[in-house]
């Protein structure tokens, strides 16, 4: 018997401070339209619905065998010799649209994210999965999935029709209206899928960041105008932060941020590299910032270029940390672990960036092209080729088409940025800025 929702039944109840920066800007909150807050509200909540069913699916080994399926060729990440799409990927990616578009109606029909939601069972049958408006209808289209499974079908259809509480009282005060026909929005319903699907729980951190294991497994959501392609609001969940060993019950957490028209507001206390001593070893974290003579610490993919890596270790010493996961490597920007996030591959993409991007946006830093800034004449005073989330590239298809081709960078602080990227400049070969 699988008792797969034992745990799920408890929404997390995180605090959450909230810190505004600047003001409202009193045109916007004439503008007809959804208020932000509630916006933001209700992709808090469904992204802790999705970490519900993410947990779920993860819960029992042997259901969650019956939740992969390989991608076809044209949705692959070419970064991984074998890559997954899982049930449980869909099922979040279609519960988002749903309620997004039950509670905003033509807002659903708005996202993107990195999902397909076809699958072909045993039978060949192909199976367009949506949810039904009754459990009893979702349970009826997963058994075609899961190939006639209904005890498993029936256990995912409960989490999936479960109603989730998750509200930030802070987000009562911010009165912003906001036109919804410039919105769109992002997804990566389960971001490092392979860590996803490997599960390990016992990894140790350095310095607070996890190389591998659940906790690199992030939810994404990312808000941008679609007339300008700038980051408004991200939502990060991260389902798997901490496990009781005596329930084997995961618990998660949940970032968000919001810039926009001068009111910058987001869910962070001060980051690590700012909090005294005494409170980072109560928590059993480092500051990185605090060892060695380098002044920077950054994170990597373990694929990144040899070129890079050792700039990185001229620049940054013994301070670079690998990690797996892009939504992950970007939260540990966010949240002060790391000052660097960087990455010169062109194999993330816009449903990887946007969230982060967004919430280092209403902190005061962002997420720029590496390429272009290799590229650039800081002397010229030009800005800062930051990301932006509404045009694809040209002469692309599939998941190509919005992939970030630059590489990227992400940073809480502009200044430091560009002090990093001077340093990284001198120790990088002539030819490794053209690539």
Request: net charge negative.
């Amino acid at each position: 018997m699988f008792h797969i929702l034992e745990f799920s039944n408890q929404p997390f109840y995180g605090k959450l401070t909230a810190q505004r920066v600047g003001a409202c800007s009193t045109s916007c909150c004439n503008q007809p339209g959804s208020e932000m807050s509630d916006i933001l509200q209700e992709l808090l909540r469904v992204s802790e619905k999705a970490a519900n069913i993410a947990r779920a699916c993860r819960q029992q080994e042997a259901l969650f065998q019956l939740l992969i399926e390989e991608k076809k060729e044209g949705e692959k990440n070419k970064k991984f010799a074998v890559d997954f799409k899982t049930l449980a990927d869909v099922l979040v990616q279609e519960v988002i649209k749903e309620n997004m578009e039950n509670k905003f109606p033509g807002l659903g029909k708005k996202i993107l994210g990195e999902e397909s939601n076809e699958f072909t069972n045993d039978l060949g049958e192909k199976i367009i999965m949506r949810l039904g408006p009754t459990e009893e209808e979702t349970v009826a289209l997963l058994s075609k999935v899961l190939n006639g499974n209904k005890l498993a079908s029936e256990a995912l259809a409960k989490v999936v029709h479960q109603d989730v509480f998750f509200s930030d009282p802070e987000l009562d005060s911010v009165e912003i209206n906001i036109p919804q026909d410039i919105l769109g929005i992002w997804v990566d319903p389960i971001d490092s899928t392979y860590q996803y699907i490997k599960g390990s729980a016992d990894v140790t951190p350095t310095h607070g960041v996890f190389p591998t294991g659940l906790q690199c497994v992030t939810i994404l959501i990312g808000v941008y105008d679609v007339q300008t392609g700038e980051p408004l609001m991200g939502v990060i969940n991260q389902p798997f932060v901490s496990q009781d060993l005596r329930t084997l019950r995961w618990k998660g957490r949940c970032y968000w941020g919001l810039s926009y028209l001068g009111t910058n507001i987001h869910s962070l206390l001060p980051p690590v590299s700012t909090r005294n001593n005494s409170e980072m070893q109560s928590q059993g974290t480092q500051n990185p910032s605090s060892e060695g003579s380098c002044p920077f610490s950054v994170v990597i993919s373990t694929s990144e270029k040899e070129t890079i890596k050792g700039a990185l270790s001229r620049v940054c010493g013994e301070r670079i940390f690998r990690a797996a996961g892009a939504g992950y490597k970007s939260l540990c920007v966010v949240l002060g672990l790391v000052d660097i996030y960087i990455f010169s591959e062109d194999t993330t993409f816009k449903w990887d960036s946007c969230a982060a991007h967004a919430i280092l946006r209403a902190m005061g830093g962002g997420m720029v092209d590496l390429k272009e800034c290799l590229e650039r004449n800081p002397d010229t005073g030009l800005d800062l080729p930051q990301l932006v989330y509404h045009v694809g590239n040209e002469g692309t298809a599939g998941v190509d088409r919005w992939a970030n081709k630059g590489g990227l960078i992400a940073y809480r602080s502009e200044k430091q940025l560009e002090t990093f990227l001077s340093r990284l400049l001198q120790h990088l070969a002539p030819a490794a800025t053209h690539t």
